[in-house]
């Protein structure tokens, strides 16, 4: 059978083509697997982390991000042995597209406490104003990709599709919007920092002048970047639509939405900001 029109829910691999899928292609199983596995791992350390130095704020968003990151890969493997029907497709689109939201809450809020060390003039706000801006927009961004991706893989018909695919697009283009805007405060921190910097706290200056501090800062930066380079993908993957040759990239997917993703945890497992902060993180 060959009909690259809807796809069929009774198809099996052995009865249709891959034309009928959700997506057209078969997702690798071993390299689901492995994400499956890493960020198993990861969710494993940020528990341990975060029960070890209370940084509940940190940990929920972290936690939260890894188990839809598993939960994402999962419905891929799923997806592996039946690529036809919907149920995988739906779980993997919302997991994945809404799981990096919640990384880049913990990435805001560690923000504020990196304002209370350098000095609270050397912001342009307040650090409760920066972190209740950030996530708020988190919150408004995951709630459009969460909608607009519930909308478009259960739609049964195309404008319906569409619309949910713009509805994701607009969560996600939020999301890249968000953390420029981030990226640009942070330089802008920075600058007002080395130009006048205001803080002689004795306390915050030996935690400035540690090399752990400093390798905080061009992670927590790092992993801001990749995440920021992701969504930039995701937003020019979906706004194609589901049966552009991009969004049925499997290789490129892997690499920009998986890989962007587990360096960036990475990062931010590695320099925990418990480990500079200790449990007042």
């Known amino acids: ?81 039946n690529p036809f029907t919907k149920g995988p497709f739906v779980m993997y689109l919302v997991a994945l597209t809404i799981g990096p939201t919640f990384f880049t809450a913990s990435i805001y809020l560690c923000l504020a406490r990196i304002i209370v060390v350098y000095g609270e003039g050397n912001a342009r706000f307040k650090p409760r104003t920066y972190a209740i801006f950030f996530i708020a927009s988190d919150i408004i961004s995951l709630v459009l990709q969460a909608t607009g991706g519930a909308k478009a893989s259960g739609a049964d018909t195309y404008d319906t599709k569409q619309s949910g695919i713009h509805i994701m697009v607009a969560g996600l283009a939020l999301q890249v919007i968000s953390l420029v805007i981030f990226t640009t405060l942070c330089a802008d921190l920075i600058y007002s920092v080395r130009k006048s910097p205001r803080s002689k706290d004795p306390q915050f200056q030996s935690i400035k002048s540690s090399h752990t501090f400093k390798l905080f800062l061009y992670c927590l930066g790092s992993s801001t970047l990749l995440i920021l380079i ?38 931010l497992t590695a320099l925990h900001p418990g480990l500079v902060f200790g449990s007042q993180g």
């Open 230 to 267: 992701r969504s930039s993908f995701r937003v020019a993957e979906l706004s194609e639509g589901f049966g552009s040759d991009l969004a049925n990239n499997e290789v490129t997917f892997m690499v920009l939405e998986g890989g962007m993703i587990a360096a960036a945890v990475i990062l």
């Open 1 to 81: 059978m060959d009909n690259p029109g809807f796809p069929i829910e009774s198809c099996t691999l052995s009865t249709c083509s891959l034309l009928n899928g959700q997506v057209r292609y078969q997702p690798n199983l071993g390299g689901n697997i492995f994400y499956i596995a890493f960020f198993s791992l990861a969710i494993f350390l940020q528990v341990l982390f975060g029960s070890w130095y209370r940084t509940w704020g940190y940990l929920v968003g972290l936690f939260c991000g890894l188990v839809l990151e598993i939960v994402g890969y999962a419905a891929r493997v799923q997806m592996h042995y």
